[in-house]
């Protein structure tokens, strides 16, 4: 999750799993079943999805429809056919890479990234400044909704 943070451009620590009560705020799911069908949630219109490349040459993927206690299967054209009907352009990349990234490498995925789309609505704190400088809130920390997918093919 740190190299997938400093792609996003988010830092090294900007990139953690969710606590369950965001999950239920943001996405309306409990902890165990985030899918991309939560993107649905109005809720939800802020969050960005990452798909890694490979679900691409699956022929068919695993998602929990917002319950896990049933799993569907679709296939990554249908999948891209459902975000697409709510709003949400499908962006699948390569999760495994780990570009260098640094002053002359700006993060890869940042343009990814909708501003403010991931911190969470926790309160602000304010950082200790000299008397003369102007006051920032700055967020206590930021949340990201990391979604995992089962790619394997199930009998």
């Known amino acids: ?25 943001v996405l309306q ?6 899918t991309p069908f939560a993107l649905f949630n109005e809720s939800a219109s802020a969050v960005s999805l990452l798909l890694d490349q490979g679900l691409k040459s699956k022929q068919s993927c695993y998602f929990h429809p917002l319950t896990n206690d049933v799993t569907i299967a679709l296939s990554s054209s249908n999948l891209d056919k459902f975000l697409l009907s709510i709003g949400k352009q499908p962006a699948y990349v390569d999760l495994e890479a780990s570009p260098v990234v640094g002053k002359d490498n700006p993060p890869d995925l940042a343009d990814l990234v909708p501003s403010g789309a991931f911190c969470s609505s926790e309160e602000s704190v304010e950082n200790p400044t000299p008397k003369d400088a102007p006051q920032v809130n700055v967020p206590k920390e930021k949340t990201c909704l990391p979604v995992k997918i089962n790619m394997e093919k199930r009998n």
């Open 29 to 34: 799911v409990p902890l165990g079943c985030v």
């Open 1 to 25: 999750m740190k190299i997938l943070s400093q792609r996003l451009g988010l830092g090294k620590g900007g990139v953690r799993m969710a606590p369950e009560e965001n999950l239920r705020q």
